[in-house]
């Protein structure tokens, strides 16, 4: 800092008490101040990612507003599961379970509207109370046995895979269960999770020529985009809903403290158990949002849907910088690791790679972003 | 003297067939800095959990100002100012040192139908709080982490002092620090004292308990074996006490006299 005469001293005598310049407290350099941000791994992914297509796959389309979508759908998807993953996993835990709710809850609402045919918004409805009190039972039990979630979620990830299955082929005889848009029609709820949002705007867009029309065909004239899809709307929701209370709350304080370090949370009378419990039933609640999303989108709901996304839903949050032992990591970050999910598995596509190096893309960047955690770690905490 | 902030009558815990606690009194005055001293698994641990809600006592009375109180919980007792410090839990390590102040208590700012945390305020206080305990903090912000174990309790005692404890329980603050470092607490339990809390300070190190305490009690095997006030005992009476006496004077022999 530099002194300037002209102005008065703006710290005149020392307080009594206050203490003296400490000459050990390293002064900190910006640079090292924004590298111990949770986030900073996946904003640099971000932008390396967007580097990169943008040099490789301009021409094919990637960036037009069909392109866009498409890659802003797949992000969305990954979004939804990480938000709910990312507060659970700083709340201390693990919820491996995400995958096979996502075929549960899809099965309970093709079931209850389109084989017993109830009206959609409680076939919805249903689903979410069922699968909220799924992910009750899942805190539950962990709390109660003290079982590390890791084994409690993994039972639970082949009990609903196999209860799903088994329903459906028990009432249907068959695993994929359609007939959902018709039943879906008109009904308000089912509006909130399928269909679009701002279909004036597109069509003003399309007619100022920024946006491609139909040339031929039955829509011929209609924007090839209509609107913004609900699933990216819920996936904005539920990103800022969680990055508001988690760093803006008091419960976002207790969910940090749970994670970081449980006993001591409770010393200082933060209710730890409750704050878990809840964390599994907000991971089920998010599992339930994607599902009804992708039944609308489908207009059917399949027993094998959502395979593997608990482990891509805990990935997006590793990459978001967030750490496997809890109490530290950014739904920002998250968010960001879907976004980089999306944007690389459609990209590898528009670019004309071989999609299976998607996964191999994909363990790479999960060991980079440990790797980088745990330096962060050791940054903030001082050890060594 | 005055009627004692929270007084421990024969207070016996027994789990299940283990008596940890077999008749423990204790007393502590406002501005009085009382230690309890004893050796490992004299019962220390057990006394201060019965102390601070984490247990009830299995027979036995608590009284805070002259009248019994049950606590049914941690919460109960933190509501009536007893707060405890605990030698390794006292802070959450990757949260920042205003995170950690405020955690269970945090100051809301209100939108709407919306609570947010107040954070201006929090940071004030907390940088304000840090400096009176002599604490140089880069920002608010910082982790925990970043501190070093003296200044992690210190923050602990800060904490403790200004959500208004009456009594504040330390559990071996200064067992696993430097000699530098467990000055700074000594002088901290020293300045929170003079506020006029009774301080309970548990340690088995004579040295650090004859620096600041007042009064002092020694447990062995679940019992108090007596309580001495300041100038009434030698650190070698109280040694003794601590290892049960005959023993130790036959080790002190072969070691020659350094234990």
């Known amino acids: 800092m530099t002194a300037t005469k002209a102005e008065p001293d703006p710290s005149p005598a020392p307080q009594p008490g206050a203490p003296e310049k400490d000459e050990r407290v390293k002064e900190i350099s910006g640079f090292r101040k924004a590298m111990i941000r949770p986030e900073l791994g996946s904003i640099c992914g971000t932008i390396l990612v967007f580097v990169f297509f943008l040099l490789v796959a301009r021409d094919s389309g990637m960036f037009s507003a069909e392109g866009v979508l498409n890659w802003g759908v797949v992000s969305a998807q990954f979004a939804i599961i990480a938000a709910g993953a990312c507060l659970l996993m700083i709340a201390g835990e693990f919820d491996l379970s995400v995958g096979s709710m996502i075929g549960f809850s899809g099965i309970v609402i093709a079931l209850m509207s389109v084989t017993w045919d109830f009206p959609m918004w409680v076939a919805i409805i249903t689903a979410f109370i069922v699968a909220i009190a799924i992910g009750w039972l899942n805190g539950y039990l962990v709390i109660r046995t003290g079982l590390p979630s890791f084994i409690v979620t993994l039972a639970f990830l082949y009990i609903l895979r196999g209860l799903t299955i088994f329903a459906a082929i028990a009432t249907t005889n068959k695993t994929i269960i359609g007939g959902i848009r018709d039943k879906a029609e008109g009904d308000w709820l089912a509006a909130l999770f399928g269909g679009t949002i701002l279909k004036d705007l597109f069509v003003w867009l399309a007619d100022l020529g920024l946006i491609g029309k139909f040339v031929a065909g039955s829509r011929a004239g209609q924007p090839i985009v209509d609107g913004v899809p609900m699933l990216i709307v819920w996936a904005l929701i539920l990103i800022v809903f969680a990055h508001v209370l988690l760093t803006r709350t008091q419960f976002g304080n207790w969910i940090y403290a749970s994670g970081g370090d449980a006993q001591a949370a409770r010393y200082t009378g933060v209710p730890v158990d409750r704050v878990k419990i809840l964390m599994f039933m907000f991971t089920a609640f998010c599992a339930t949002v994607f599902a009804t999303c992708q039944v609308m989108e489908f207009g059917s709901a399949a027993a094998d849907r959502g395979l593997l996304k608990e482990f891509e839903a805990i990935i997006s949050v590793v990459i978001g910088g967030a750490l496997l032992t809890g109490g530290y990591g950014s739904v920002i970050g998250a968010a960001l690791g879907a976004l980089i999910f999306g944007v690389v598995q459609q990209g590898l596509f528009f670019a004309g790679v071989e999609s299976s190096l998607f996964r191999v893309f994909l363990g790479g960047i999960l060991l980079l972003a440990v790797i980088l955690n745990t330096y962060i770690r050791r940054i903030i905490t001082g050890e060594r | ?259």
Not at chain 2, 7 to 34: N, Q, T
């Open chain 2, 1 to 259: 003297m005055s009627t004692p902030l929270i007084e421990l009558r024969d207070i016996e815990k027994h789990f299940g067939a283990v008596i940890a606690l077999a008749g423990v009194s204790l007393s502590v005055h406002p501005g009085e800095c009382h230690c309890l001293l004893g050796d490992n698994g004299a019962g220390k641990s057990t006394f201060i959990k019965t102390m601070s809600g984490v247990h009830a006592p299995s027979k036995g009375q608590i009284l805070m100002g002259g009248s019994e109180v049950k606590f049914g919980g941690t919460r109960n007792a933190i509501e009536a100012g007893i707060a405890t410090v605990y030698q390794d839990l006292a802070m959450i390590p990757l949260m920042s040192v205003t995170r950690n102040f405020w955690m269970g208590r945090e100051p809301k700012k209100r939108f709407g139908p919306l609570k947010f945390i107040d954070f201006e305020t929090a940071n004030r206080v907390t940088m304000e709080e840090m400096a009176k305990m002599g604490i140089r903090l880069r920002e608010p912000n910082q982790a925990v982490g970043t501190l070093s174990g003296g200044e992690r309790q210190t923050v602990a005692i800060a904490r403790a002092v200004h959500f208004g404890a009456k009594v504040l329980i330390l559990d071996e603050p200064t067992s696993a620090l430097g000699v530098r470092q467990t000055s700074n607490v000594l002088a901290t339990i020293d300045k929170v004292r003079k506020k006029g809390i009774g301080v309970v300070f548990i340690s088995h190190n004579v040295r650090h308990a004859m620096a600041v305490g007042d009064r002092f009690t020694v447990l062995n095997r679940g019992k108090t074996l007596g309580t001495a006030k300041r100038g009434e005992i030698s650190p070698e009476e109280l040694q003794d006490m601590m290892a049960g006496g005959e023993e130790l004077a036959e080790l002190e022999g072969s070691l020659g006299g350094t234990v």
